[in-house]
């Protein structure tokens, strides 16, 4: 996607705009990405088609659109929840084609839901180590029989959970059970277990959906945080204006599983075909 | 000829199989449950059949209306109390209570009419007809029940498709939130589908037990257990489905016996294992995908 | 009161397990030497440790991985036969009963953990009621092979049939171990109590360590959201497979152990029935919850034989307290009604203290 341009006086027509808050710096543009002619059919009906974009390595992207319009579709083609029925996926130029959900996360990228799925039964804590599978291991017998590597490796995967919920500092909420936290504080959890698998590029599905102004002016700081803390790209998928336009550097409009506009917030919030979408026709019928 | 005589008597055990799978199709389909205490309910009504027209020298018809009418009763009962408190709850607890109710029965019927066997006087008459000089034997049971079998299917398939009730029926087999906004009573439609079922099984209960005489309190549970295979074989919540799948398993029984009399379960059962390893969603089943 | 942290919780939980299970053996073995333990009760004492083992490895299964295995006695019953069969072949080769003991449990182990796999690696595939009923059809495919199946043996080794005895063709001196639909009818006893409490040691040890370990939590994730597991890179069928299997070894040595206690023991004694009983222990002590398995097993196992007049009324009772548990964990109308009952017992027996 092009650069980042200064913001400037928001079009009126787009709703709530707003100032970005991204301090000048420079980001890697090399992809970490690229969607190529992505698609995938249900039955007769065509969910997403001919999806193109490229994410840069530490690019925060925001992906938006009208309700239907196929935006969690392409999270879940990303993570291979669903098999694309065209296209490839390149993710560090390696095509993921014929992996599934597990290899890709393994490969580097890692998502948050729509519809929060933590494991509520078991504490935050745990969840978190859940997220550390693959990067603090041991074999199952040392868990068995109690080995010291059992004991060195469970104290790493406790001191890394800590380290991981002081993002957002969560530390005082580690013995509590995921399933009793606040709506915010779930999705703050979500964030965290993903970041946890170590990965290139964090998919963020809705995560400031029922959090209030507040709340989300944190969450928009803690993204860009994560992005410079770790280094890697994030894209995310968010109805809230002022978040998307805020911190993302670019931004992939989809309608009826169609791209219809990329560009910088300012770009997006100019464009006419966006503002059609989001607000319907402005020629009356007949 | 004695292939015939097998494929006949396959067609004819398989169409048990599918008047009882069609009992757990439509229960399934609609209440997305595994209707474990099914098979037992063919139980009861076997043993009212046949109390009926043995103790009580009943006719025959009349003796399977009883059975029908007990056990609409009866399937009504089980889900009001058992599984409609349990809608909202994991499948998990919803099949153990299944089982729960599936023993309850059985218990109850080894309580009530003791384990010794009795055997039970066919519905039918024990008259056969013979083709090919006597080669070839058809037993007016196994016309009866393969006749019996393709009626309900027709008759299951017209109420479906036409009436006000089947409409609901398929209506809540899609999505029981909409269904109850468009005002359909989505208690009634389920407690309807199980009395369906059950009536059903009454009849599947009579007929399995005219082929093969031996009440028990556990006749129910392997016919039972077999039906569900022959629902799931021709994909679950499908009403032709059922009648495939049933048929198909009856006449597969039917010649494993003939190799093998000890495997022949065994061989009904790898078979499901393969349908569900390859098919999952049965030969007629649709697949469905959750939502993420 | 100070909050306890939940490893700690867990310390004192697990602690509470094994001194319990500890206290009961010492105080059978006081009682046993002190003759007042009737011969009757002295006979159970093996096949309660068996089916505490049983129930601790469904628990693992239904509780922690939470799928529905209705053919678990399918893996008692492998256990049983190769650990008999071994124990008859071995009886000269290795005439130390503790250790030929040993050995034939740790063969049943290991058969059992290969049918566990051949099971598994197709079934887990499978989700929810498909599962259960495919576990349920092993099960019965198992007790009908071993129904047919006639194994010998002479000084050529192990020969085996699905025809009859005969078909064996032992050489002189050689003799039929299993005998198909009769099973084994020679078998020679090694089980002791001592022997059994080992093993529910074990049982207990391999889960609870499991449990509390990466592997345990990546079947624990997988349980509670399969979609969110795999999106943070755990393989469903890796971990499932891991606690089926587990508990299939867990069985099979459960089995070896439980057949021991006999000299005769056929096919039919480890059928549906048997596995649903193993399931209404786990249900009733609670999903999840080793301890609860491991009470229920044992009292349930041996009220019915104290009493024996109730012993015609047994299955229909765990039917009707199967259902009721069900209500009551699962409806939320039930759920406040038994809530506010537990609450009420609870305040007459403690002082206050909240219930884990």
């Known amino acids: 996607m092009s650069s980042r341009v200064k913001n400037k006086q928001p079009t009126k027509m787009v709703p709530v705009p707003s100032h970005s808050i991204i301090p000048e710096r420079d980001i890697d543009k090399a992809p970490i990405l690229e969607c190529q002619h992505l698609g995938i059919d249900f039955g007769g009906l065509t969910a997403v088609n001919d999806f193109n974009l490229t994410v840069g390595r530490t690019e925060i992207a925001g992906l938006i659109g009208p309700n239907g319009a196929g935006k969690t579709t392409v999270f879940n083609l990303l993570t291979k929840v669903y098999q694309p029925t065209r296209g490839t996926i390149l993710l560090d130029g390696k095509d993921t084609h014929g992996m599934n959900t597990v290899q890709v996360n393994r490969a580097g990228i890692a998502r948050t839901f729509q519809n929060i799925r933590l494991f509520d039964k078991l504490t935050v804590e745990d969840n978190v180590k859940i997220g550390l599978h693959n990067q603090i291991r041991y074999p199952m017998?040392?868990?068995?029989?109690?080995?010291?590597?059992?004991?060195?490796?469970?104290?790493?995967?406790?001191?890394?959970?800590?380290?991981?919920?002081?993002?957002?500092?969560m530390e005082d909420l580690a013995n509590h059970q995921a399933g009793s936290l606040p709506y915010g504080a779930q999705r703050r959890l979500e964030i965290v277990r993903a970041l946890a698998t170590n990965p290139s590029l964090l998919l963020l599905d809705e995560p400031a959906a029922g959090m209030n102004p507040s709340e989300t002016a944190d969450l928009m700081e803690n993204i860009l945080k994560i992005r410079d803390t770790f280094q890697i790209a994030i894209m995310l998928i968010e109805h809230d204006m002022s978040l998307v336009m805020g911190i993302c550097e670019g931004i992939c409009v989809l309608n009826f599983g169609q791209v219809i506009a990329k560009g910088t917030p300012a770009e997006i919030q100019a464009n006419p075909k966006v503002i059609e979408a989001y607000l319907g026709s402005q020629k009356k019928e007949g | 000829m004695s292939l015939l005589n097998n494929l006949i008597n396959g067609i004819s055990l398989g169409s048990v199989y599918a008047i009882i799978a069609l009992g757990y199709t439509m229960v399934y389909g609609i209440a997305k449950m595994l209707n474990f205490a099914h098979g037992d309910v063919i139980m009861v009504g076997a043993y009212i059949c046949f109390f009926a027209t043995g103790q009580f020298g009943l006719p025959p018809v009349v003796g399977v209306i009883l059975a029908m009418v007990v056990c609409t009763v009866l399937g009504v009962v089980i889900e009001r109390l058992a599984y409609k408190p349990l809608r909202q709850a994991p499948s998990l607890a919803v099949l153990i209570t299944a089982i729960g109710v599936s023993y309850f029965l059985q218990n109850s019927a080894l309580l009530l009419w003791k384990s010794d066997p009795k055997s039970f006087t066919s519905v039918v008459g024990k008259g056969s007809f013979k083709l090919f000089d006597g080669q070839l034997t058809i037993t007016h049971v196994a016309l009866v029940t393969v006749v019996a079998c393709i009626v309900i299917m027709l008759a299951l398939t017209w109420f479906t498709g036409n009436t006000k009730m089947g409409k609901a029926m398929r209506a809540c087999s899609e999505d029981k939130g909409a269904a109850l906004l468009m005002g359909i009573d989505v208690n009634r439609t389920i407690s309807m589908t199980f009395a369906i079922g059950s009536a059903l099984a009454a009849i599947a209960g009579a007929l399995y037990c005219s082929t093969y005489p031996t009440l028990m309190p556990t006749t129910g549970s392997l016919p039972g257990i077999k039906a569900f295979t022959a629902a799931v074989f021709g994909g679950i919540g499908s009403i032709p489905g059922a009648m495939l799948g049933g048929i198909l398993l009856g006449v597969i029984e039917i010649f494993a016996k003939a190799f093998n009399t000890q495997i022949s379960d065994a061989v009904v059962f790898a078979v499901l294992i393969i349908v569900l390893l390859v098919k999952p969603a049965g030969l007629l089943g649709k697949t469905v995908r959750e939502k993420v | 009161m100070k909050k306890l942290t939940p490893s700690r919780k867990r310390l004192i939980n697990n602690s509470i397990t094994y001194g319990m299970v500890i206290a009961a053996f010492v105080i059978i073995q006081i009682m046993k030497a002190g003759g007042m333990l009737s011969s009757s009760l002295?006979?159970?004492?093996?096949?309660?440790?068996?089916?505490?083992?049983?129930?601790?490895?469904?628990?693992?299964v239904v509780g922690i991985s939470g799928e529905l295995s209705l053919g678990h006695a399918g893996f008692m019953s492998v256990g049983a036969f190769s650990g008999m069969v071994f124990n008859i072949a071995?009886?000269?080769?290795?005439?130390?009963?503790?250790?030929?003991?040993?050995?034939?449990?740790?063969?049943?182990?290991?058969?059992?953990?290969?049918?566990?796999?051949?099971?598994?690696?197709?079934v887990l595939r499978l989700r929810g009621d498909y599962l259960a009923i495919v576990t349920l059809a092993f099960g019965e495919i198992i007790k009908n092979i071993i129904n047919i199946l006639y194994i010998g043996v002479d000084e050529n080794g192990l020969h085996f049939s699905t025809q009859n005895e005969a078909a064996l063709g032992l050489a002189e001196g050689g003799k039929a171990i299993l005998k198909g639909p009769l099973g084994v009818t020679t078998n020679v006893k090694l089980s002791t109590f001592t022997a059994g409490f080992i093993l529910v040691l074990v049982a207990i040890t391999v889960v609870l360590n499991?449990?509390?370990?990466?592997?345990?939590r990546a079947v624990m994730a997988l349980r509670d959201n399969r979609i969110a597991a795999e999106s943070v890179g755990i393989g469903a069928t890796k971990y499932k497979l891991i606690a089926f299997v587990t508990s299939a070894v867990l069985a099979g040595a459960a089995g070896a152990l439980y057949a021991m206690n006999y000299s005769s023991v056929a096919a039919k004694q480890f059928d549906f029935n048997a596995s649903i009983l193993i399931l209404v222990f786990v249900v009733l002590g609670g999903l999840g919850n080793i301890r609860g398995s491991i009470i229920a097993a044992a009292l349930l196992y041996v009220l019915p034989e104290l009493l024996r007049d109730f012993y015609d009324f047994r299955m229909l009772i765990y039917a009707i307290v199967l259902i009721l548990v069900m209500l009551a964990t699962n409806n939320p109308t039930f759920k406040q009604f038994f809530g506010g009952l537990f609450a009420r017992l609870g305040r007459g027996s403690r002082k206050g203290g909240a219930q884990e």
């Open chain 3, 90 to 122: 071995m009886q000269s080769a290795i005439p130390v009963a503790p250790l030929r003991l040993l050995c034939a449990m740790l063969v049943g182990a290991v058969f059992a953990g290969i049918a566990g796999v051949i099971v598994g690696v197709p």
């Open chain 3, 210 to 216: 499991l449990v509390n370990s990466r592997t345990g």
């Open chain 3, 42 to 60: 002295q006979g159970l004492l093996v096949p309660i440790c068996a089916y505490v083992t049983m129930a601790i490895a469904l628990n693992l």
């Open chain 1, 141 to 169: 017998w040392s868990g068995v029989l109690r080995l010291p590597s059992y004991w060195k490796k469970e104290k790493l995967a406790h001191e890394s959970a800590m380290e991981l919920l002081h993002i957002f500092d």
